[in-house]
């Protein structure tokens, strides 16, 4: 539920009374009954909002009473475009720009001809559809539904269709504000007769998907879908195949401009879009021009703010300068003696571990050849082998054709031509690596036996 101050703050925003005082008044007369509360409010200062639709309206606009309000729905009153109030879930709502808990209604009003809706929350009670205990659904979730349903759009249909946005609708209709161009919005009906063909003749149509996907921002949902089903329910989609454009605005502003029910040639289709995309164009060169207007007071602002910065900057670094001079000088000298230490304790460190490290390799050696014992004699059960290394230096001697792998590495230490320890003793015909894996095979299972030829091979 949305607390006390989440009410005040939404209700001021809606009616655009800044009086905390007062609003708060008139939210505890209605019980802090927040629809109730605005309800009152705009039945009391706009009486012309309770005008309902006349039967002359396009059946492709259609225009309906708001989701759980008691108020009519508005009709313009000047021609133009179609507009009405809605109600969008919470769960399309959440987690976009910025908003606080609670179901999300639509205000409007009407300035120059030009329609607008006011993005305010509205808290719905539990009497009314139980809405208020719906299930949230996170922005992932939502950008989740989105991308399966594009999946499946083209695996049903091709790629020839529009090209749906792989996003939830407010990140969808956000990134209709920022590219200043309308929203196509196509709720799919898997069920309904109508969908199949509809996709594929009309949203499938190369002119419709052309002009849709360069004048518009597309996005699809399917009412299967937790997001498709709210936005279904908010719309009050009664016939599918169901298409609505919507304009975004600044200031958590959104207008729905048109509602096409039912199935329509790609003809009617492009009609409708190109008139809308013609009556809408002035509000979004104007906000294309304004959002232009606002960048270059920033830029202005921010290069002001520049030459501002620099020219203390300026003054600070020449006191800055003589400081760190003075302090690099210190600094050199103390570096100068530090290092000086560090070179010669260094040096004697290094000879320390150098003559540690010798005389480590010395001892290993001793081990190592005392470990093989005294060469034997040649005969059936003795072993010769050939070493040769990277220098090209060789090296012989017999071995028991008992003796295993790792007597010959201990051998190749004993004798101190390497400098390196990491190193392989490999056979070339047939080319066998002698490595740690056969260290205990002895020299007649690894084959070497009666004599046997390797390398070292450096790692």
């Not at 898997?190 to 052309?210: I, K, W």
């Not at 790609?266 to 002035?282: C, D, F, H, N, V």
């Not at 040769?388 to 028991?400: A, D, H, M």
Request: proline share 4%.
């Amino acid at each position: 539920m949305v607390d006390v101050a989440d009410k005040l703050a939404c209700f001021q925003a809606i009616t655009g009374l800044e009086d905390p005082d007062l609003c708060t008044e008139i939210l505890q007369a209605h019980g802090w009954d927040l629809e109730l509360a605005i309800s009152s409010f705009t039945s009391s200062t706009q009486p012309s909002a309770s005008t309902t639709t006349s039967d002359s309206h396009p059946r492709d606009s259609r225009t309906r009473t708001e989701f759980g309000s008691a108020s009519g729905v508005v009709i313009a009153p000047q021609p133009g475009l179609a507009w009405k109030l809605i109600t969008l879930p919470i769960s399309v709502i959440s987690g976009s720009l910025g908003l606080i808990s609670g179901a999300v209604g639509l205000g409007l009003w009407v300035a120059g001809g030009v329609l607008s809706y006011s993005l305010g929350m509205i808290g719905l009670s539990s009497g009314q559809g139980g809405e208020s205990s719906a299930r949230l659904v996170s922005v992932s979730s939502a950008a989740s539904e989105a991308m399966d349903f594009l999946a499946a759009f083209e695996r049903e249909y091709g790629t020839r269709g529009p090209n749906f946005v792989g996003e939830g609708f407010m990140d969808a209709l956000q990134r209709s504000r920022s590219a200043f161009k309308l929203l196509f919005v196509y709720l799919h009906s898997p069920d309904h007769p109508d969908s199949p063909d509809f996709c594929r003749r009309t949203l499938c149509s190369e002119t419709l998907a052309a002009f849709v996907n360069e004048n518009f921002v597309a996005w699809g949902g399917s009412i299967r879908s937790s997001e498709g089903f709210k936005m279904s329910n908010s719309l009050k989609a009664s016939r599918f195949p169901f298409c609505a454009v919507f304009m975004p605005a600044t200031n958590q502003r959104i207008a729905l401009l048109q509602q096409v029910e039912g199935p329509k040639s790609p003809e009617e289709m492009l009609t409708i879009l190109q008139r809308l995309l013609e009556e809408s164009a002035p509000v979004l060169v104007a906000a294309r021009l304004d959002a232009e207007e606002r960048r270059n007071n920033v830029r202005l602002r921010e290069e002001q703010d520049a030459a501002y910065r620099a020219a203390l900057e300026a003054d600070q670094a020449r006191e800055r300068q003589r400081r760190e001079e003075q302090e690099r000088q210190e600094r050199e000298a103390a570096e100068a003696e530090r290092k000086r230490k560090e070179e010669e304790e260094a040096r004697e460190r290094a000879a320390r571990e150098a003559a540690e490290k010798e005389a480590a390799r010395d001892r290993m050696r001793q081990e190592k050849a005392m470990s093989l014992g005294d060469e034997p004699e040649k005969g059936l059960n003795v072993t010769q082998v050939l070493v040769r290394f990277p220098n090209g230096e060789r090296k012989e001697r017999r071995f028991p054709s008992t003796a295993l792998i790792q007597s010959l590495y201990d051998y190749v230490d004993s004798l101190g031509c390497l400098e390196v320890e990491d190193y392989n003793l490999v056979s070339n015909f047939p080319r066998v690596t002698y490595g740690t894996e056969k260290l205990s095979l002895t020299l007649k299972e690894a084959g070497l036996h009666p004599q046997a030829s390797l390398f070292v091979e450096l790692n």
